[in-house]
């Protein structure tokens, strides 16, 4: 149990086009998601986090424009990056925490703007 | 904010070595995790271990909360074993799981 599912697994977009990211609870409801980014070689920065039926909260820096969150149900929050640009390529994962299981991570999306 | 430190930076074993991976972290904390990422970017969660030892197959892990520290150890290492592991804490009193700079695993056959 306490699956996280994520897509896609990779993306390649023109510079100005948008870009969602879906993230689900598989096996469990969720009303809390996590937003992280990985750049090449470096740990995992928290983006924001994405809470059901409110406004997610954005950690320091992070432009709130840019990267639109959306929870609108307990399974499923999207990760909208728009008008993207070449330095927004990254590794982009989100995350849950089913009780009793710690946090649990999907598999990730590799984001590619050309 | 608490500060989650992890040693070594890398690390090259040869297959069949055992190795202790540590972290290191400044403030209380109320759940810890150890993952594992594959060179495919996903992550395993290995042990979820606020405190005392856990152990699955050849790994097992060590959390002593008091002096703020975890270990890691990997027995017998074998090649699948490679990638970057990653200590993660949720500290007391916060909501946000920090994660550590990680320890880059390299098994060589």
């Given at each position: 149990?306490?699956?996280?599912?994520?897509?896609?697994?990779?993306?390649?977009?023109?510079?100005?086009?948008?870009v969602?990211?879906?993230?689900?609870?598989?096996?469990?409801?969720?009303?809390?998601?996590?937003?992280?980014?990985?750049f090449?070689?470096?740990?995992?920065m928290?983006?924001?986090?994405?809470?059901?039926?409110?406004?997610?909260?954005?950690?320091?820096?992070?432009?709130?424009?840019?990267?639109?969150?959306?929870?609108?149900?307990?399974?499923?929050?999207?990760?909208t990056?728009?008008?993207?640009?070449?330095?927004?390529?990254s590794?982009?994962?989100?995350s849950?925490?089913?009780t009793?299981?710690?946090?649990?991570?999907?598999?990730?999306t590799?984001?590619t703007?050309? | 904010?608490?500060?989650?430190?992890q040693?070594?930076?890398?690390?090259?074993?040869?297959?069949g070595?055992?190795?202790?991976l540590?972290?290191?972290?400044s403030?209380s904390?109320n759940?810890?995790?150890?993952?594992?990422?594959?060179?495919?970017?996903?992550?395993i969660?290995?042990?979820?271990?606020?405190s005392?030892?856990?152990?699955?197959?050849?790994?097992?892990?060590?959390?002593?909360?008091t002096?703020?520290?975890?270990?890691?150890?990997i027995?017998?290492?074998?090649?699948?074993?490679?990638?970057?592991?990653?200590?993660?804490?949720?500290?007391?009193?916060?909501?946000?799981?920090i994660?550590?700079a990680?320890?880059?695993?390299f098994?060589k056959?």
């Amino acid at each position: 149990g306490a699956v996280v599912s994520q897509h896609p697994s990779w993306v390649i977009c023109k510079s100005g086009t948008s870009v969602k990211i879906e993230c689900r609870s598989l096996d469990f409801q969720a009303t809390t998601m996590f937003w992280y980014r990985q750049f090449p070689k470096q740990s995992l920065m928290l983006m924001a986090t994405s809470n059901e039926g409110s406004k997610a909260t954005y950690e320091q820096g992070v432009e709130k424009d840019k990267f639109l969150i959306n929870h609108a149900s307990l399974t499923l929050s999207t990760l909208t990056v728009t008008s993207a640009h070449p330095e927004d390529s990254s590794f982009y994962i989100c995350s849950a925490l089913p009780t009793g299981y710690g946090y649990t991570f999907g598999s990730g999306t590799r984001l590619t703007v050309v | 904010g608490i500060q989650v430190e992890q040693s070594p930076p890398d690390l090259i074993l040869q297959e069949g070595a055992n190795s202790t991976l540590r972290c290191n972290f400044s403030d209380s904390v109320n759940n810890l995790q150890w993952f594992h990422q594959n060179p495919w970017g996903q992550l395993i969660n290995l042990f979820y271990i606020p405190s005392g030892t856990k152990q699955n197959g050849r790994l097992s892990a060590t959390t002593v909360a008091t002096e703020r520290y975890s270990l890691l150890y990997i027995s017998s290492s074998q090649t699948t074993d490679s990638g970057v592991y990653f200590c993660a804490v949720l500290y007391t009193g916060g909501f946000k799981t920090i994660f550590g700079a990680g320890t880059r695993l390299f098994v060589k056959a």
